[in-house]
């Protein structure tokens, strides 16, 4: 032992680590300079993205907002910078945002029709509230019911009665179903419930609206569906879409996994033509082929045909996204509901489902992303989507010549609408975990 | 939405309607509008504006219409078509009469089943190019390079145009009028080409229009008119002659402003006759007396039509041109009210 020069027999303290492994510098030299390519290859992105924001930052920047027209900004351009160059001309969003927002049904400010484009959004808010955040009080949902007729009062218009004694007769069927429930199966009383649903908005539809407009004579001015237009448009289709997509979607694809022979080949059928058909060839033959089979006088409401339209095709979709769910789940899951006696539709709701649906959700989210802003392919058929209304401005003689600051404004919007969809399915994702890691 | 959904109803009951008539005057006066089709939006022709209100060329003749049938220049439904769309909206009977920049051919009047009815403007196309060029006519363009959109019939004509007078050019195909738009704004070709309509709206929205001149030659015919469904002549002669009125008050020097004074009666036996203070035309359209001096005081004659949305004190700026009247060595030519 005595040979060793020294020995050390106390810790040394513990040293910073040194200053080119930590802070930015580290973060810098171990992300983007970490050997020759890397650090190449760095450089190049931020040249080219540099040489970019370069140009895009002092553009959107340094924009006008007030102006009446291009000329108008281009003289300001002129007096304003000395370098000559052209930058943004946000006076035409600026002249138009209400139209691109409301669409010309609602957009003229003036008019003052703006709130119920406003206040039928705020009742979809309210109306989801239940069902996106599930801690939130029951009766909410009440809600949610009362919103599947306002939204369209408001946005339609006419008398407030038309819409509620719809919901008055579908209320009334499902009582007659809960007491046809109890004396037969319950395939006859759906039957005899939808029997029931149709004679009645045949024959009672009229009288009971009639009723309800004594008690409540609201009336709103009418807006025809070709005038609904813009964000509106947009905002309209796809919520319905989305709402009315997912359960049909679900029943289809119970449907394809079924064991009864029909169910599976009519849901594999339903699914397949969709799915092998473009959107807007769908749209385009529901609204301006089918006219030509139909009588004249039956007018097909253009938004209401592509609503529908739009939601088949979203449920074909999304039901695959869930056969996908359902596909993944161990055969045990099913298994071990039937072993405690679950029948099937006990089994699916309790067992199958919340799992199946638990493993599609960034799936359907991002069929609902789509489809939200596949509702621009509206423009087929002569409706007029934000870009529509964006043609109508760009072919104004005050904004001819304006390209980007239009389509700009209209992405920012889309893109806060489709990327708080995808914020919230990552929020449902982590909070549906349930596996440990 | 009520009807709609009873109509569903009544569809799915399987409750057939009986058959449409072929009467289209009858159908728009029992809807109380006229549905128009329009562009989606086409510089002077017809575009919205900030209060959402159509405003254009084309759009005036579809309140002339109006104010025929209605005595209400309002009473007009616009339905925006795109140029995919607007055979397939005209024969559905989603609208009534297409105004919508169409170009009259031999084959979308007889194959398509449509019925052209006149023209209201006659288009062509044309060249501009930059002043500093110090070209005139067409015929110097020798060895330019010209932007060309591919696939189109702008480019055949472009080919027939250089060929029939001997002159080379060097073509340098784009894809889309913004793409060649902005090729000709960097230099990167001499000459824009495409309809003389669509060349004087691209003018006006360059950053400098003063620097671009359009030359004087047009190279091809694209007469510009007002379609409606084959087999409806009646609706077909009101169309055709509420347009012709139009021409016909600017020939009589009938305006928007003295034609209520002209409407009591005059001297001149035609004009007597155009405006209903003489015999029975309007009643033979099945409309009445007053339909034409109705259609000019809602929108003025065919000159001040053009004048306040394409003409030359507008931005968008055409000349008369071809679409002077004929007895000013244009084309615009109404045949006779008797």
Redesign the interface.
């Known amino acids: 032992m005595s040979n060793y020069e020294f020995v050390r027999t106390d810790m040394l303290p513990q040293q910073e680590p040194p200053s080119d492994t930590v802070g930015v510098i580290g973060w810098l030299r171990a992300n983007l300079f970490s050997s020759f390519y890397n650090t190449a290859l760095s450089i190049t992105v931020l040249f080219l993205l540099g040489s970019v924001l370069m140009n895009a930052v002092p553009w959107v920047f340094l924009g006008i907002w007030n102006a009446d027209s291009?000329?108008h900004c281009?003289e300001i351009f002129a007096s304003q910078y000395s370098d000559g160059r052209?930058y943004a001309c946000w006076a035409v969003v600026r002249?138009?945002w209400d139209?691109i927002i409301f669409g010309?049904?609602f957009?003229?400010l003036?008019e003052g029709l703006f709130w119920r484009p406003v206040f039928a959004l705020l009742f979809v808010f309210v109306a989801i509230t239940p069902i996106l955040f599930p801690s939130t009080p029951r009766t909410l949902y009440l809600a949610t019911f009362a919103t599947l007729f306002i939204y369209?009062w408001l946005i339609?218009g006419?008398s407030l009665s038309?819409?509620l004694s719809?919901a008055v007769l579908i209320v009334a069927a499902g009582y007659v179903y809960q007491i046809l429930s109890k004396y037969m199966i319950s395939l006859f009383s759906i039957g005899l419930m939808l029997v029931f649903l149709?004679l009645g908005?045949?024959l009672l539809?009229a009288p009971i609206?009639a009723l309800i407009h004594l008690i409540l004579p609201f009336e709103l001015q009418s807006i025809?569906s070709?005038e609904i237009s813009g964000f509106v448009l947009s905002i309209t289709i796809g919520i319905v879409a989305i709402v009315a997509s997912l359960p049909l979607a679900i029943l289809l694809a119970l449907g394809r996994q079924s064991d009864l022979f029909i169910v599976k080949k009519l849901s594999t059928l339903f699914i397949e033509l969709i799915r092998g058909v473009p959107l807007i060839t769908l749209i385009?033959v529901a609204t301006?082929?089918l006219?030509?089979f139909?009588?004249?006088?039956?007018?097909?409401?253009p938004v209401?045909s592509v609503m529908i339209l739009v939601t088949l095709f979203t449920a074909a979709y999304i039901a695959e996204v869930i056969r996908g769910g359902l596909a993944a789940l161990p055969s045990g899951q099913k298994e071990a509901a039937d072993s405690l006696g679950l029948n099937y539709w006990q089994a699916q709701r309790l067992i199958i489902l919340p799992q199946a649906l638990k493993i599609s959700i960034p799936g359907i989210v991002s069929n609902f992303i789509s489809v939200l802003k596949d509702t621009t392919l509206v423009?087929?058929?002569?409706l007029?989507d934000p870009l529509?209304?964006a043609?109508?401005?760009?072919?104004?003689?005050d904004w001819?010549?304006i390209?980007w600051e239009l389509y700009a404004f209209i992405a920012l919007i889309f893109w806060l609408m489709c990327f708080s969809m995808s914020r919230y399915s990552m929020y449902l994702e982590r909070k549906l975990r349930t596996d440990h890691h | 939405m009520r009807k709609t959904i009873l109509l569903s109803a009544a569809t799915v009951a399987g409750l057939a309607t009986g058959a449409a008539s072929a009467d289209t005057l009858s159908d728009i006066k029992e809807r109380g509008k006229l549905n128009c089709g329009v562009t989606e939006g086409t510089l002077g022709f017809s575009a919205r504006d900030a209060s959402g209100k159509h405003q254009g060329f084309d759009v005036e003749f579809c309140r002339a219409l109006g104010a025929a049938i209605f005595d209400d220049a309002d009473a007009v439904e616009y339905i925006e078509l795109s140029s995919k769309n607007r055979f397939s909206g005209l024969s559905t009977g989603l609208v009534d009469v297409l105004y919508r920049t169409t170009t009259w051919t031999f084959s979308r009047d007889v194959d398509l089943k449509t019925s052209f009815v006149g023209i209201n403007y006659y288009d062509g196309q044309g060249f501009m190019v930059p002043a500093e060029l110090g070209v005139s006519s067409a015929k110097e363009l020798e060895g330019a390079t010209v932007c060309i959109e591919t696939g189109t019939t702008t480019e055949l004509n472009l080919a027939d145009f250089f060929r029939t007078n001997n002159m080379s050019y060097e073509p340098l195909p784009v894809g889309s009028p913004t793409e060649a738009k902005a090729l000709f704004i960097e230099g990167a070709c001499d000459v824009y080409t495409t309809d003389a309509s669509a060349l004087a709206g691209v003018r006006a929205s360059l950053k400098d229009p003063s620097a671009y001149v359009i030359l004087p030659e047009v190279v091809s015919k694209e007469p510009l008119g007002p379609a409606v469904r084959h087999g409806d002549n009646a609706w077909e002669d009101v169309v055709r002659w509420t347009q012709n009125a139009l021409v016909a008050a600017e020939e009589f020097g009938i305006t928007q402003a003295n034609v209520a004074e002209l409407a009591k009666g005059g001297d001149n036996p035609e004009i007597n006759r155009l405006l209903g203070a003489e015999g029975s035309l309007g009643e033979m359209l099945g409309l009445d007396a007053d339909w034409a001096a109705r259609a000019i005081a809602a929108t003025g004659n065919y000159g001040e039509v053009f004048e306040r949305t394409i003409g030359e004190s507008t931005p968008i700026g055409l000349s008369r041109g071809l679409n002077a009247l004929w007895t000013e060595g244009g084309l615009q030519y109404s045949q006779p009210f008797r």
């Open positions: 291009l000329s281009r052209e002249d138009r139209q010309y049904s957009g003229n003036e369209p339609w006419g038309s819409y719809i149709i908005l045949w539809n609206s025809p070709r385009f301006v082929l006219k030509y139909l009588p004249k006088s039956v007018n097909l409401d209401l423009s087929i058929v002569a007029n529509g209304i043609t109508a401005v760009r072919s104004h003689t001819n010549g390209v």
